[in-house]
């Protein structure tokens, strides 16, 4: 039964294209993970479950070891499955309405520095189409500020033309947004595409590979989020930085500091990062306002102890 009742609202949810792919495997993932757990309490399953019994699983995944943010957003696949139930008549309440999420405290990132990137888009730096391909990849998500996944899956109809110097970005939830590139990135695209065809397959995938900008020869026809990663690593090494603090999201926090930092408005970096909350995009703020403490504490004179 809740097999058929998840499927029924993911079909609803996601039907016709709309939403990620990742969007969509993760709320399975999250519901069948609720299910199960379920099914070996009283109430046997997600459909007939109360919130008492909701309960019970949270406090099982926290039992599990799991973070506070991860058992969030399984709340939240739960409250949406039961919302959907509600308004197909499936329910007469939502069980999750009286749960409470755990609190989520968010840290500053630890977020690479100008200089930090420079030394990045050096090392990837080269003649070889390979070299052309790690810089191009490094030059979008730091320029524009993509996610992995926007990255990977950037398709070659996407891409600015003529006049246009904006990526047309298609991101969390289905939303699309355009992400401007400035002049760096816009020439490592550039130099990318003259020689992108060395990287398409010769086989029969070759004609879904033509359609990314990144192609593959994996059955998706693009890098893989794990590839990026591990072409990120490569060259952290060559610049000698750690590679677990060069990863795509690091680009993508550098990108909004930075801007930030240069005095943009946080609105216009809520919308370049495609936040829908702008409380997600104001973590960035407690980043400048360290930089800036370590400035008073280090300039100015009252701060070390001088009339």
Known sequence: MDDRRIDAFLETLFG????????RDAYRRDLEDASRFL???RCGGLCAAASDDLGGWMHDLKDRGLAPATIARKLAA???FYKFELGAGMREDNPTDRLDGPKITRAPPD???REEVARLIEAASGDSPTHKRDLCLIEIIYGAGLRASEACELRVNKLPRGRNAALMIRGKGGKDRLAPLGGPARLALADWMEVREEFLPRGANRKTAEGY????RGKTGHITR?????????VAVKAGISPKRVTPHAFRHAFATHLLNGGADLRAVQMLLGHEDIS??????HVMTDELTRLLESAHPMANGQD
């Open 16 to 23: 016709g294209g709309s939403g990620s792919a990742h969007t």
């Open 39 to 41: 099914r070996h309490t």
């Open 78 to 80: 739960l409250r949406s």
């Open 111 to 113: 977020v690479l520095n």
């Open 213 to 216: 900008v990144f192609p593959s």
């Open 226 to 234: 794990r590839r990026l990663a591990q072409i990120l690593e490569d």
């Open 280 to 285: 997600t995009t104001q973590i960035y703020t």
